[in-house]
């Protein structure tokens, strides 16, 4: 019983935020860019990108909301690709919203790069793909590349 109240409890908390979405493809004849983005409630918005050139993967997925809702600095929000969990972000105030970021490349560049060499666990992705980020007691957004 239990496990179905929080179904549906994250089920509720995903469409209260759900407001505007979209998504596209670009696709040359060496790289593949595929991109989401969602607007939510209480002033959020979502975007994520995966893009293959060659032999080398990047992924990015980054958070906004602003000040004075749900969310608050110091705030770990949950990624998932595919309903498979990837990562933790941070939020932090960049200014006056607050915004947190994930990314993750095949070839990190050095020690300036902000990116994370990708997880094990990190699931095919293609067109389709869900990405969701997100806490359970602040909600979620989710977009499909």
């Known amino acids: 019983m239990k496990n179905g109240i929080q179904e549906v409890l994250t089920t509720v908390g995903i469409v209260s935020l759900v ?3 979209g998504s596209s493809l670009a696709k040359d004849e060496d790289r593949t ?8 409630a ?3 918005s979502m975007d994520a990108r995966y893009e293959v050139r060659d ?9 906004e909301a602003a000040p004075g809702g749900k969310f608050y600095s110091g705030q770990e929000l ?24 994930l990314e993750f490349d095949s070839n ?35 977009c499909t590349l």
């Open 42 to 44: 209480y002033d959020t």
């Open 55 to 63: 032999d080398r993967r990047k992924f990015d997925a980054s958070f």
């Open 33 to 40: 860019r595929l991109e989401c983005e969602k607007r939510g």
């Open 78 to 101: 949950s990624v998932y690709v595919d309903y498979e969990k990837v990562g933790t972000m941070v939020l932090r105030y960049e200014g006056y919203d607050l915004q947190g970021d």
């Open 108 to 142: 990190v560049d050095g020690y300036y790069d902000d990116s994370v060499p990708f997880p094990e666990n990190f699931p095919p992705v293609g067109y389709g793909t869900h990405v969701t980020i997100g806490s359970y007691d602040a909600g979620y957004l989710s």
């Open 19 to 21: 407001a505007f979405s």
